[in-house]
Structures are given as structure tokens and as C-alpha cells.
């Protein structure tokens, strides 16, 4: 028996053929898990285990600006040397959520537009809640620092808002996106997106095959000239972190494709949550070849093993739970881990306290990201659906 869901609205998706045995079970009307059936399907499976992966993700490289910004000398030992590589691991599980959630809707009829709506309907509302939250960091850090242009930080508070990358604030802070610096690889995220909408269909076989191989050479160069894969958010970084991002993606939705993906097929898929967490957090030192290594073949077959790993109902609920939260955290984590850094160094606390300060910082963009999952980006999204012209209902 499969329990399959009936509503969309969660991006780890997927469209299988009715099988003879097979129970379908609707889930309730609400269940964020969800999407509709569609025509060439009656059911819908949901990858528990790689939403658990995103959430692990999501919450290292969380950790690790707390270790940076708090300035903790163990945790940047563990966590400064590869836990950027989570951001890579995001752009494999995007890919494959692409082609997982909309290969056959795209191939029965699904618009570009229509495609388009529906990221902009997953993605918008909660950079919209980025923005706001930079925003308040960035206007807090202008009233205390001398001479910093009132007229930039609203340009640099628009450009976040249109995830397009500026240097007006270089000067104070060199980072792409100053109003929120998680912003560089949504900017990114849009653009793959976007790119799989209009090119996707043909981007297969010998092309798929020489585009990733193409990609790959340019990390594996990438990872050479710069001594590791830790770019993107800085300042004249964004033109050459494309080659950073595509490769990863492009994986993500040939694993998708490849005609041995079955979900719930692998015994010990769990095992490639504990896996991630050692290949992202060790006290090894920064190394382009063991980022390139990391990128090009670990994290893919990580991601496989997440996305065809068994059901174990002890760890669904929680794993499901996390990767629920994944995106509102990472959206929203950075602005608070700044503000509360900043008030640290502000009282000049002592080392206990500002370890103090480093976990509430972690607890409270937590315990922020579900209050605006649940408060404001699920309902919000729900009256968006309602309004957003969607040319078929069943994208909606």
C-alpha cells in the first residue's frame, strides 16, 4: 500500500503510473505534502527522506554563520572548512525536485508561464519575508555605522527584493545581496528554474550527458583556481558562481530521469542524512579537490540514496517536519543571526554569554521560521493560488 496526497503545494513531488495492487489513499485537503493527480497518474509520491536532507541542510549552514558571526573558535574548526558545500547540496535536491514535480506535468501540457507562476507562488513570499527581515538588520547597521549612503541601503533593499546582485554597498558590506546574503543562491535558483521551464524537454540524452560533463570540468577548475567552492555571496563572485551552480542542478535532474529511480526502493537510504552531516561538518581543511570530489560525485549519490530510501515511520514525521521548515530558515536565518551578533558586540559580552547569545540565536531563527511558515507564507500562499491566473486549474 502507498499513501499518496491529494492537494499541491509541496515541491518534492512526483507523478507515478497506477500499478495493479496498489491502494491510493487521499490524504487530507490541507496537507502541505501534496499535489494533484494528473492525467497520466493516479497518485503522487512524497520523498520523506530527502525533505529530512534539506532540513539537515538547511540547519548546517545555519550553524555555520552562528559559528562566523559569533566568532566561536571550535564550532568554525567543524564548520568553516566545507559546510558551504550544503548550498550545493540544495542546488543537486532542487534539480531533482524539478524534474521529480514537473517532467510529466510539463510534457501533458504545462505552460512555461503557468510553470513560472507556480515557482514564483513556491519561492516569492517568503524572500518578500527576507527582504522585510534584511531589511530591518540592514537599516539597524546603517543608524550605528558613520557615513553609510541612506540612498544605497534603499537600492540595496530593492535589488534583494528583484534577487538582482549590486555592489552599492561594497564598501560596508561586500556581498551581492547586503540586505540578505542567502539571497545569491536564490537568485541563482530562480535563473535554473526558469532555464529547466524553457529548456528542460530538450536537455536530453548526448546533450544532458555533454552539459553535465562540461559543468563538471568547470567545478573541478573552479575548485582549483579558488582553493574550494566557497563562493558566490561576495562582491564580483555572482558571474563566476554560475559554473558553481549548474553542475549540481543539471545532476540533480539527470538522477531524476535515470529509468532506475523507484522511490522507497533502498533499505538504508536514511543512512545518507548521517552521511551528509560528516561529508559537510569535519575538521578537515579547505581543499578543491575534496570540495570538487564532494560536488561532482558525493553529494549526487548522497541524494540518491535520501531519494530512494524506505519509508521508516519513526523518523518520517520528523524528517518531513524539517524539510517543511528548510527554506523558511534559510531564507530568514541570516538577517536575525547578524542582528543578534551585532548586540553582542554592542554589550560586549563575555565568551559564556556570547555562547549564550549564539544558541538563541540558532533557537530563535528556528522558532522564527515556523511562526512564519505556518502564520504567514502557508496562508499566504494559499490566497495566492486562488488569485494567481493560472491558464489550468490543475497547475494551480
Same mark, same amino acid.
Given at each position: 500500500?502507498?499513501? =499518496? ?15 495493479? #495492487? ?29 525533505? #529530512? ?26 564548520? @568553516? %572548512? ?5 548550498? &550545493? ?11 521529480? +514535480? ?31 527581515? @534584511? ?9 550605528? %555605522?558613520? #557615513? ?7 537600492? +540595496?533593499?530593492?535589488?534583494? +527584493? ?35 521551464? $524553457?529548456?528542460?524537454?530538450?536537455? %536530453? #540524452? ?7 560533463? $562540461?559543468?563538471?570540468?568547470?567545478? $573541478? ?8 567552492? &566557497? ?20 545532476? @540533480? ?12 526502493? %533502498? *533499505? ?12 559537510? $561538518? ?5 581543499? @578543491? ?7 561532482? +560525485? ?35 536565518? =541570516? ?38 511558515? *505556518? ?14 491566473? =493560472? ?6
Amino acid at each position: 500500500m502507498r499513501v =499518496f496526497h491529494s492537494n499541491e503545494g509541496h515541491p518534492l513531488t512526483s507523478t507515478l503510473p497506477a500499478t495493479q #495492487g496498489e491502494t491510493y489513499i487521499a490524504a487530507p485537503a490541507d496537507a502541505d505534502v501534496a499535489v494533484a493527480a494528473e492525467p497520466r497518474a493516479r497518485g503522487v509520491a512524497y520523498l520523506t527522506a530527502l525533505d #529530512g536532507m534539506r532540513g539537515l541542510a538547511a540547519f548546517i549552514v545555519l550553524s555555520a554563520h552562528v559559528a562566523v558571526f559569533f566568532n566561536l573558535p571550535l564550532a568554525l574548526g567543524w564548520l @568553516g %572548512t566545507h559546510a558551504y558545500l550544503a548550498v &550545493d547540496c540544495f542546488f543537486v535536491m532542487s534539480g531533482f525536485v524539478m524534474a521529480h +514535480a514537473f517532467d510529466d506535468k510539463l510534457k501533458a501540457g504545462m505552460t512555461v508561464r503557468d510553470f513560472a507562476l507556480h515557482r514564483f507562488l513556491r519561492l516569492y513570499p517568503l524572500v518578500l519575508a527576507g527582504v522585510i527581515f @534584511g531589511a530591518i538588520s540592514l537599516l539597524g547597521y546603517c543608524a550605528t %555605522t558613520p #557615513g553609510v549612503p541612506k540612498l544605497a541601503v534603499v537600492e +540595496a533593499i530593492v535589488s534583494g +527584493a528583484l534577487l538582482v546582485p549590486t555592489d552599492v554597498l561594497a564598501k560596508y558590506k561586500a556581498y551581492d545581496f547586503p540586505v540578505n546574503i542567502a539571497f545569491w543562491s536564490l537568485s541563482f535558483e530562480v535563473l535554473l528554474c526558469l532555464g529547466y521551464g $524553457v529548456f528542460g524537454r530538450f536537455l %536530453t #540524452g548526448w546533450r544532458m550527458v555533454a552539459a553535465l560533463v $562540461v559543468s563538471a570540468c568547470g567545478i $573541478v577548475y573552479l575548485g582549483e583556481q579558488k582553493a574550494g567552492l &566557497d563562493i558566490g555571496f561576495r562582491v564580483g563572485e555572482y558571474g563566476p558562481a554560475f559554473c558553481r551552480v549548474i553542475y549540481p542542478f543539471l545532476m @540533480g535532474i539527470f538522477l531524476r530521469r535515470l529509468p532506475a529511480f523507484a522511490p522507497a526502493r %533502498t *533499505n538504508l537510504g536514511y543512512l545518507a542524512l548521517p552521511l551528509l552531516l560528516l561529508l559537510l $561538518v569535519n575538521p578537515l581543511p579547505m581543499n @578543491g579537490v575534496y570540495d570538487a570530489v564532494a560536488v561532482v +560525485a558525493g553529494i549526487p549519490l548522497l541524494v540518491w540514496m535520501a531519494a530512494t530510501a524506505r519509508s521508516l515511520p519513526r523518523v518520517d514525521a520528523l524528517a518531513a517536519g524539517a524539510g517543511a521548515l528548510s527554506y523558511p530558515l534559510y531564507a530568514l536565518h =541570516f538577517p536575525i543571526v547578524v542582528m543578534l551578533a551585532n548586540v553582542g558586540k554592542k554589550l560586549k559580552v563575555d565568551d559564556a554569554e556570547n555562547l549564550s547569545l549564539a544558541m538563541a540565536g540558532i533557537l530563535i531563527s528556528i522558532s522564527v521560521a515556523a511562526l512564519v511558515y *505556518n502564520g504567514y507564507d502557508k496562508p499566504f500562499r494559499a490566497w495566492l493560488r486562488k488569485k494567481l491566473p =493560472f491558464s489550468s486549474p490543475k497547475w494551480s
